[in-house]
């Protein structure tokens, strides 16, 4: 492990389509920026098949949309290190140092762009037959599942989502949702419904998954009736929300109940002087790339008003000192 440590001014958490949309305005405002990314930077996108979303593109791999980020990033001068954040410590002083696998970097700002990981069920079997027909993306597993049935478990935009995209593998795709109301977008939620490989199993949880070496059948129990059945499937695919990367400060930020950060809506600064967040990570309404990047956008440009406003002071309070030195005060 390396024992570097490097000064910025500011440095961005993550390098997903907020990260990467962070070091295209750092660049662009001259800022001494890096960002630390532990995988492969495009965050969620490289999990994303196609984006229909995304104002001006209408249809985009995931990929390649993640890959023109990157490369706009970099061409405005953005520097991406590799490691993972293990702690994030604030001086008095307001200089934070971030601990990272790789080295120690210190900066007056910070953006935390660390995305989440998906939410497990926490149910018998999930664990077990992880990698082994359990899988919580679609575009990376699905094409191991051709001709097959598979479950999809979760209401949201994702599970309707990548359930349609499962289709193209499976020779169904049952979504299972513990209530009789999708939490997905209507135009989502239509789009599954005219899908003749799709069928919906509501009210409904997964109690279990059973398997030998494979998945093979999900212990499903219908929450309005109690009653209980057995759905044969080739694979289950996870899709109920996921949990923020929001812990690695080693003090209080501010945050809701799920754990989302709460920001000032103006800056995107938390609770924390000097410390901002953006995208998934964030607590409020939706989680789109198009709000990832937005966030993004405000967080560094107030990122970089911060440090300058940070410096300033700094100098006067040195001024200050000088002068009380010289006549005698301290
Ligand atoms: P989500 O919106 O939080 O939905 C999670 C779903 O899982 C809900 O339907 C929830 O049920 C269900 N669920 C949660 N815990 C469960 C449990 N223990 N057992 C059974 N079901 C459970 O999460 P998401 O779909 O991953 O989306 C996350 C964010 O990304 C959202 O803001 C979404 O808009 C965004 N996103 C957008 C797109 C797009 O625009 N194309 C695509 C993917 C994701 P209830 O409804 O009953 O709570």
């Not at 080295?103 to 910070?110: D, F, H, I, M, S």
Request: one cysteine or more.
């Amino acid at each position: 492990m390396a024992t570097e440590t490097r000064t910025f001014d500011i440095i961005i958490i993550g390098a997903g389509p907020a990260g990467l949309a962070a070091g295209l305005y750092a660049g662009r405002n001259m800022e001494n920026a890096v960002l630390v990314e532990s995988k492969a930077p495009g965050g969620q996108l490289l999990n994303t098949e196609l984006v229909e979303d995304y104002p001006g593109i209408k249809s985009i791999l995931g990929g390649d949309l993640a890959a023109a980020m990157l490369d706009q990033a970099l061409s405005f001068g953005a520097e991406i290190v590799p490691g993972e954040v293990t702690r994030i410590h604030v001086a008095k002083d307001g200089v934070k140092t971030v601990e990272t696998t790789e080295g120690t970097l210190r900066a007056p700002a910070v953006i935390i762009t660390a995305g989440g990981n998906p939410r497990k069920l926490g149910i018998p079997g999930e664990e077990e037959f992880a990698g082994r027909g359990v899988s919580y993306c679609a575009v990376c597993d699905g094409a191991f599942f051709r001709d097959v049935p598979l479950a999809v478990i979760g209401g949201g935009d994702a599970a309707l989502e990548e359930g349609a995209f499962l289709t193209r593998y499976a020779s169904r795709v049952s979504i299972i949702h513990r209530r009789d109301q999708f939490r997905a977008q209507g135009l989502l939620v239509d789009e599954a419904r005219r899908n003749p490989k799709v069928d919906f199993i509501m009210d409904t949880v997964v109690d279990s998954i059973g398997g030998n070496d494979k998945v093979q059948s999900l212990a499903l129990r219908n929450l309005s009736s109690g009653e209980q059945s057995t759905l044969d499937v080739g694979g289950a695919f996870i899709f109920v929300g996921f949990i923020p990367n929001t812990e690695l400060v080693d003090m209080h930020i501010d945050h809701d109940k799920s754990g989302y950060y709460i920001t000032d809506p103006f800056t995107m600064m938390t609770s924390v002087p000097g410390i901002f967040a953006a995208g998934d990570v964030r607590s409020q309404l939706t989680r789109q790339i198009t709000t990832a990047v937005g966030d993004a956008t405000t967080a560094t440009i107030a990122a970089s008003k911060w440090v300058e406003e940070w410096r300033r002071n700094r100098q006067d309070t040195a001024a200050m000192l000088a002068d009380d030195m010289i006549s005698g005060a301290v």
